[in-house]
């Protein structure tokens, strides 16, 4: 069954460092969306990416936060200068988007822990 | 702008017992429904979701929920407990279509399952 695979499962930097975070949807879903987990906390939307540009952002969505789709398979998110507040689990979901036969189903990938120091 | 409540972040019940995980959700719109799990270092797996028709939906691992819009409900229940539905459930809303919108999720429950 497809699935969506994030990368790495987990990293650590230093405050201030810059990371990239890797996800690759499943291969014909057209949207895509970042999440994260704060430790304790609730799964919070973070971004959502279709046809080449952002859809819709959260309010923590800030100007330190980018996503790309370098290619025809993954798509990333980059912090740019991470914070101590950054430190969280990040889930990539991607889902379909039919016309005669919509689903709205968000199929996500296991996540990426992400801790900084 | 929408709210998803779960109520007990820790449900414990023990094996063929009945499971039910709480979920009340506020929106201004008719929502769209799901429930999540979540296995030990996994991602979320959907169980079941509510869009619109029959209020008892069905899902994997004989879970089923009931969209009670009078009580603004949907609660997840199964009958007997089995020690591998231990995990993390979610409980999430979305806005209808177009457009494929953000989920808002609830806090989570951590069910355990006893022996």
């Known amino acids: 069954e497809p699935e969506v695979t994030q990368t790495p499962s987990h990293q650590v930097t230093q405050m201030g460092q810059e990371v990239i975070l890797r996800c690759v949807p499943i291969s014909n879903h057209l949207y895509f969306y970042w999440y994260r987990q704060i430790l304790g906390q609730k799964v919070e939307f973070l971004v959502s990416f279709y046809n080449n540009e952002i859809s819709e952002k959260s309010e923590i969505f800030d100007d330190q936060f980018s996503v790309e789709r370098p290619d025809g398979s993954n798509f990333t998110l980059k912090i740019r200068s991470t914070k101590l507040e950054d430190s969280a689990m990040y889930f990539c979901?991607?889902?379909?988007?039919?016309?005669?036969?919509?689903?709205?189903?968000?199929?996500f990938g296991p996540g990426t822990r992400l801790t900084v120091l | 702008a929408q709210s998803v409540t779960q109520l007990g972040s820790h449900v414990s019940v023990s094996e063929g017992a009945l499971v039910l995980l709480r979920c009340n959700y506020s929106s201004s719109v008719p929502p769209y429904l799901f429930w999540y799990v979540q296995y030990p270092n996994q991602g979320l797996q959907l169980l079941l979701k509510y869009t619109t028709g029959a209020t008892l939906v069905k899902g994997i691992n004989g879970f089923e929920a009931e969209f009670k819009k009078s009580e603004t409900s949907f609660h997840l229940t199964k009958p007997s407990a089995h020690m591998s539905d231990a995990a993390e459930y979610f409980c999430?809303?979305?806005?209808?279509?177009?457009?494929?919108?953000?989920?808002?999720f609830g806090k989570g429950t951590r069910l355990s399952v006893i022996a």
């Open positions: 979901a991607s889902s379909e988007w039919g016309l005669a036969d919509y689903t709205d189903t968000q199929y």
């Open positions: 999430a809303v979305s806005d209808p279509p177009p457009g494929n919108t953000p989920l808002v």
